[in-house]
């Protein structure tokens, strides 16, 4: 699956790259102050290679450091049919073999419907499957009294994330960079990317050469993503200019105020949940989905 990985990896020692790894999460967690002591944090765990790497790495620093913090693990069950099951499945061979919890929410069952049945509303599947997992896993990481959500965001994720916010002209979302967020809404936890200064390549090859059981297949929803367009341009440039991630992300930390989010947010009238207007996106796109489900149903029922 990584064939250029793998002929490197014969030239490498495992253990030293994995200590690499390790160091460059530590001090990404030492110098932005990722976990403080006693802290619960939870691992969103989509059962891929970065959100694994993220729990076993973490689960080792909390083993052998002087951090003394709670892991957990949370995953979200989109209902991507033939995708998301395997994911499912990682999660819950990874967490077990760790020993660290994990707890598993879906669509269907908190919101009604799956990801699959309310698709085709939308331009792109991503829309609604970003905003319905955002919202599960922060409103499960509270309801757990989790301080931290730690996500498997990685280097490639964050200068990717960037571009598309750049491509949209959404300023508001710069101050979701950085790999911590301040607490802005007593129910809002704040997210930390402890894997921020790795780049994607090297998630794959510690997941390949360590044989640790991850979920490597891309969602069937992704081609029709911005992210993966931009995803491949950015490895093509990466190719012939090695180090263009990297100075990406430089350039980023150098001249925005990174992490740092000038939102007021609210709660939702109808859930509670944070929000940056009087009714939630999730509520607002619940409703939405509802009516054209009503509709579907109607018309089928007219033919
Ligand atoms: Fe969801 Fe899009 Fe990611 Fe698929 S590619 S899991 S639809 S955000």
Redesign the pocket.
């Given at each position: 699956m990584f064939p250029d990985h793998i002929i490197f990896m014969k030239h490498l020692d495992r253990h030293n790259f994995n200590q690499e790894l390790e160091k460059k999460v530590k001090k990404v967690i030492n110098d932005h102050g990722l976990i403080n002591d006693h802290d619960k944090v939870a691992v969103a765990l989509s059962g891929g290679k970065d959100s694994v790497l993220t729990l076993h790495i973490l689960n080792k620093i909390r083993k052998e450091s002087d951090f003394n913090f709670k892991l957990l693990a949370i995953a979200v069950d989109?209902g991507?049919h033939g995708y998301r099951e395997d994911g499912i499945r990682s999660a819950r061979n990874n967490s077990y073999k760790l020993g660290v919890d994990l707890y598993e929410v879906s669509l269907k069952n908190e919101l009604g419907f799956t990801?699959d049945q309310v698709a085709k509303f939308y331009q792109?599947?991503?829309v609604p499957?970003?905003v319905f997992?955002r919202y599960l896993l922060n409103r499960t990481a509270y309801e757990l009294g989790v301080d931290k959500l730690a996500t498997g965001h990685n280097l490639d994720d964050e200068v990717q994330s960037f571009l598309m916010s750049f491509a949209r002209a959404d300023v508001r979302r710069f101050g979701k960079f950085g790999p911590k967020q301040e607490r802005i809404h007593p129910k809002m936890v704040p997210r930390i990317k402890p894997l921020w200064l790795i780049p994607e390549k090297e998630v794959g090859l510690w997941a390949v050469s360590n044989e640790v059981d991850v979920h490597l297949a891309e969602?069937p929803?992704?081609y029709q993503?911005l992210r993966s367009r931009l995803k491949n341009y950015l490895n093509s440039l990466e190719e012939e200019r090695p180090g263009t991630k990297l100075n990406f992300l430089k350039f980023f930390q150098k001249n925005l105020k990174i992490g740092k989010r000038d939102v007021k947010l609210y709660e939702c009238q109808i859930c509670g949940q944070p929000s940056s207007a009087s009714t939630c996106k999730v509520c607002e796109m619940s409703e939405h989905i509802k009516q054209e489900m009503k509709l579907n149903k109607e018309d089928r029922e007219n033919k």
């Open positions: 989109e991507i990801l792109t599947a991503c499957c970003g997992r969602c929803y992704a993503s």
